[in-house]
């Protein structure tokens, strides 16, 4: 055997295969770097300026209504560029470029396209951008495993009474407020959540409909106004039925005459980065419209679906995720917003979630009926330091109307709506109050723990009824003309002193339901079942309320 021409064999048969193998490894990096540079992500195009402000500085209602107007007005906040719209003409330049434009934001100055790497080099280069920042917060491809972004709440059906949902509103001292006819009339609220089915047709919402409370809804995720869609994620009408469901005898709200602007931002069934601009296009039209609180029982931490826009806990700082950002100026036009802390307390990611991190939200964490934290309520602070959440209140079995009926669930999602619908009556306690952060401070310094505070709870559990007294003893009137009511407990008769002349008592139950008044300030009460009465007792100059227990 010639091993010489054996060998040459052998030559030209490894030549062929590594010249093969070469060729196909080439391949590879070109399909891999072909990949990579055409990869497209969401990322957000800021605008240097806004050449036409002017024209909106001197002509606000071009933009903003009355309303809103006046809620700057009348708590000192002034209107400046940054309410002004977007320069036309720059969005139609990014659209001329090639660019889909479907969402954009006048606070931030910008629009959110997806683009790729070469793509955005391009935008970059544009004289009119003043830079282009990625929603991507890491690099790790690949999806992870999606947790459930609602609490399982729908329990089967069960027969509801009214001392259910008064458990909770008397956990956070709220009956006080609404047995003096503070409800959250003239009160506006823009809840931004999932979507709203049936609140166009349930007898839970009847009253809403007919009193014409609901001013505005509007879907940012379809850009029309089909918000009521059986198809959508009821959860946003579970959330709004817990400030404003009403059904006679079985539910009431905490704040059930409030006004209403309803807001679909979050998809169901995906976890997309555009969310958190819907959520700010929601934030920005309820600031438009003049709204006084937002609730929101949403948020976003390290479950997208392209797990490119996982936040990371050290992350959570209030200024790094877009939609924090946007609450935060959201807060500084004078808006309440109310923040869901989130429910991943007993998951690996146990944190809070954003927008909960900012530090001008109001943060909402659960408990159960006796006060303990609830299981899945999540922990702060914030990754630097801030206490969240700021208070709580009921997260457990907490009950909701939906289309016809009530039913218990679970969340901070529904601690959140019942905070928002007793600071909704608070406001309209006290109309006269133009400070913001002092009264969120109010809220904080009357919860159940402070001065202290734990990660779960923040300062502890609500307790409006205190803070309407904190407001209210700030006027001397006040503290002259307390009533004092004995004895208390009583079994057979009530004794009303008060340091101005008594005009009229009015009596009502544990409900709020007003049973029978009185012109004299002593009141035989041997009739009334055992437990626990109001009074709302009217002077010559003014009206204050007081419990007692009937043995």
Known sequence: MNFFKIDIVKNILNSYKFEKMRKIIQLYFLLFFSFAFSQTELVFVYFKDK???????????????????????????????????????????????????????????????????????????????????????????????????????????????????????????????????????????????????????????ARMRSNNQIKHVYNFISKNTDVYNTSLNNHGTNCLGIIGGYLDGTFVGAAPDADFYLYATEVGDEEIPEEELYWIQAAEEADRKGVDLISTSLGYADFFDDSRYDYSYSQMNGTTSFIARGAQIASEKGIIVVVAAGNEGNLTWKYIVTPADNEKVFTIGGVDSTGNPSVFTSFGPNSVGKVKPDASARATSTYFAYNNGAYPGNGTSYATPLSAGGIACLLQAIPNSTNRELLKNSLRQTASLYPNYTDQLGYGILNFGQVLSSFLKTNEFYSQNKAIVYPNPAK??????????????????????????????????????????????KTSSSETVEKFIKE
């Open 51 to 205: 050449p036409n402000a002017s024209y909106f500085l001197t002509n606000p209602l071009s933009e903003l209504t009355q309303k809103a107007i006046d809620r700057r007005t009348n708590l000192g906040i002034a209107i400046t560029a940054q309410d002004a719209p977007i320069e036309s003409s720059y969005i139609q330049n990014i659209q001329n470029l090639g660019f889909t434009v479907n969402d954009q934001s006048k606070w931030l100055n910008g629009v959110a396209v997806n683009a790729t790497s070469t793509q955005i080099a391009q935008l970059q280069a544009e004289p009119y951008v003043l830079k282009v920042e990625s929603f991507v917060k890491n690099n790790s491809a690949g999806k992870i495993s999606k947790k459930e972004k609602f609490p399982k709440n729908l329990s089967s059906k069960i027969s509801f009474n009214y001392g259910n949902s008064l458990a909770q509103i008397e956990q956070v001292n709220l009956r006080t407020l609404h047995v003096q006819g503070f409800t959250g009339t003239g009160v506006s609220i823009a809840v931004i959540d999932t979507g709203f089915p049936t609140v166009n047709t349930g007898s839970a919402f």
């Open 492 to 537: 057979q008769e009530i004794n009303i002193s008060s340091t101005q002349k008594i005009e009229k008592i009015y009596v009502y139950n544990s409900l709020g339901q007003f049973l029978f008044e009185s012109k004299t300030n002593q009141i035989n009460i041997e009739k009334l079942e055992k437990g626990l009465y109001f009074l709302k007792i």
